[in-house]
């Protein structure tokens, strides 16, 4: 019998166990560069119990598990480098409890961020985090995902308080609590989160949500350089403002944006900041991080109020990635993440610009400047061998600099197969403790085989 | 050669590797009313190298290391309970590098946090994690303490971007990196934090630190009852006021501070608030509080603007403990720490004074509602089998209690030897995990055993 075949006699369901070419090509890739590679066979649980008969069954005959969510990853993480059957979550989307009076919510992993505030926006919350793609809540804790406003709310694994993980056996655990945060033992659902699905398949998650902020302001400020506007940054955050987000862009990202999408931002260095509170402590807070801003040397504040100029705002942060994406069509794209202690972050981007600027290459730099993460985009050809060679020795220069410095190599994006070389150099120590945590985990190596680092 | 002769060996110096009885008596206990246990030698080591030249000879020779802060534990972490060496890291306490450009501190395990706070002061930051006791940041880490400020700034394993560990056999690693964030493979520095010795000895930590705010209020708010204290701490919480702190302390606990200390707080159910930020966003701030209290019936709103009364208002909140200590000399401490959904924290509030109260056991109720975290905090004579028996039976209401409601049995204390069968329940389905996790990192057992979880 096939592995089509005796899955379904598992999932009697033969559009939700398929080999269509599309769903097999659909599962193969990433949002990146990374070379595809189909999967054998594509599974849509619905239930816990289907993921955990599906691992069994994987167990028993040592089959490779991929877990996947919308596929909105960059480095290969989704990408079954050994097929076997990709496990599409999606279709476990449901919110499965709202409790606004704990400010909890339990999800299943395929429902997306912008859905799951579709469900809370009625009880007046929200979840805050947000990596700009629309990715699943269980693809965000798989990589431990943040995005623009963990300078405020922290990253992915901040805001889990317990998870149901299928192991790789089809056992079923639940790791933490309805308690907002417990010694109760090890950190196990830290654990799990920023594993890529290599120690487990997340089916519920329960999650931290915040009450909807009363009033929001977002602001440009624009400064003649990157120093300038990264001090500024670091003066706002020292001073206590609770700033939800602090974005650099560049002056070439700026125009890039401007391309794109027709807007007509000033092309110079320049922070996008969102304020939230209530009305009168965001109103002190803009007025401070102006103060602070015109002492750093910026030489305009300018505030989009309405919530219409606000999210085109935000929009424009978001697309500058698309906005590269459009000088290329039928390439792919190549992203950095490196993150750096918060006062190397304007060297370092000033020689990412430098770096880029000298191999000739178009790219935005987007800066994540409170956490001291900052990515590089741009567009790679994967079948032209020296496009390729070209992108890995920018991403090179990048991670060697951010290392040196004693960053890391990711920031949020997690490790696939595209960091791995530099995760085995920054966590090298460390790497024998992260195989045992995995031989512990899953000891016939069918999930997510081959990511992260190297078992042997 | 006994124990003490060949750690002599090793460090050479008498009076850093001592079987003196004052030391094994020191070293044998912790605040709580757990059974004391004498180690039999107690070593002070002063570097990593130190630390890891003992691991490796106990790993040899099988011999159990217990690590030692202050001994401010209260459920029997530091006891050896099977002798062996007790690793004093107190003299490890120097800090090694404050980064007040990157928001970081690089500090050695033995150093307490008023000790280092004294260091960031001149530096314009602070280190705000306040479990009440003067503990060692190392003993923090290892049992992810918080306290008070948990509601705004997170608990320890929030703080800590890096760690140096001695692993059992004497190697040395470092799990993270001078990055804010990163999702560079499986968080072991996640790991390590909360597990209490058992894994690794933490030798080194770089933390997060944060501006000193410009402007702090302290403020109490009165109720005529447990309910509406804890609505209005919501209403404040899901506001989006970046409260500091709210603690909530029953009326008896104000009446037995007031007895204890000669204050004069009115002996009603009361939140003692904190608000930190810029000035004109803390009287926002404040300003929404006070309505938020008002609406939910406060029948007072009192300031404490000065930087003496708002010391005493801290004060007497962290002496309610000594509160309660000094109507029983002789008899040892016993704290509940569950944490509930906060929807169940009035609930879980009540039934707990109930208890005690039909035990006739005088206890105070301090809760850190922002998080759904509270003590009881009572006396016990541990050598009369009744009192221990009632202190036993109140403890297991209350955690019975917590379980049911969802939350967890240790909300910042950990679980020592005091509640390892209630891990055991809480966490069943992930005991076998935290077995395999023990057993790879430390397969001799000889790192604080015989706590958290039973091994076999």
Same mark, same amino acid.
């Given at each position: ?11 009697? %369901? ?125 693809? +965000? #804790? ?13 990253? +992915? ?10 192991? #790789? ?114 109103? #002190? ?33 978001? %697309?500058?990635?698309? #906005? ?19 006062? %190397? ?33 741009? +567009? ?53 403790? +992260? ?22």
């Amino acid at each position: 019998m096939d592995l089509r075949e005796a899955l379904l006699t598992i999932i009697p %369901d033969a559009e939700r166990v398929t080999s269509g070419e599309s769903a097999l090509d659909q599962h193969g890739r990433d949002l990146s560069y990374h070379i595809p590679r189909r999967p054998d066979v594509v599974v849509f649980p619905v239930t816990t119990d289907e993921v955990s008969r599906i691992l069994a069954f994987a167990h028993e005959r040592r089959v490779p598990v991929v877990p996947f969510g919308v596929g909105t990853s960059l480095e290969g993480h989704v990408i079954p480098e050994r097929g076997g059957i990709s496990l599409d979550m999606t279709r476990m989307n449901q919110v499965l409890e709202v409790r606004p009076k704990d400010f909890l919510v339990r999800v299943q992993p395929g429902i997306t961020r912008t859905q799951l505030n579709k469900h809370l926006t009625p009880h007046g919350l929200h979840f805050p985090l947000d990596p700009g793609a629309d990715a699943t809540i269980g693809g +965000m #804790a798989a990589t431990n995902a943040s995005g623009t406003t963990a300078v405020r709310y922290g990253v +992915m694994r901040d805001q889990v308080v317990d998870l149901e993980v299928v192991l #790789a056996d089809g056992s079923i655990v639940r790791t933490g609590s309805m308690a907002r945060k417990s010694s109760a033992g090890y950190n196990l659902t830290g654990l799990f989160i920023g594993s890529e699905g290599t120690l487990g398949v997340i089916t519920e998650l329960t999650l931290k949500v915040y009450g909807i902020p009363e009033h929001i302001v977002a602001a440009r400020a624009e400064f003649p350089d990157i120093h300038a506007a990264c001090q500024a940054a670091y003066g706002i955050i020292g001073s206590g403002i609770p700033v939800a987000r602090v974005e650099l862009v560049d002056e070439h990202t700026v125009a890039a944006v401007n391309r794109f999408r027709g807007t007509h931002y000033t092309e110079t260095p320049t922070l996008f900041l969102e304020f939230q509170g209530t009305k009168a402590a965001v109103e #002190a807070d803009v007025a401070l991080a102006q103060e602070i801003c015109r002492e750093e040397g910026a030489v305009a504040f300018r505030f989009e109020t309405d919530s219409a100029a606000r999210h085109e705002l935000w929009e424009a942060r978001h %697309d500058a990635a698309l #906005a590269i994406a459009a000088t290329a069509p039928g390439k792919r794209m190549k992203v950095t993440d490196v993150c750096v202690p918060l006062s %190397d972050m304007p060297e370092a981007i000033r020689r990412a610009r430098e770096t880029i600027d000298r191999y000739g290459v178009y790219g935005a730099i987007l800066g994540h400047v409170g956490d001291g993460n900052y990515h590089v985009e741009f +567009m790679v050809d994967p079948d032209d061998p020296d496009e390729v060679a070209v992108a890995e020795r920018i991403n090179d220069e990048i991670v060697r600099f951010a290392l040196e410095r004693g960053g890391t190599c990711t920031g949020e994006h997690g490790v696939g197969t595209g960091k791995m070389r530099y995760v085995a150099e920054e966590r090298a120590s460390v790497l024998p403790l +992260m195989r045992a945590v995995k031989r512990a985990f899953d000891p016939r190596d069918i999930l997510n085989p081959g990511k992260v680092f190297v078992l042997e």
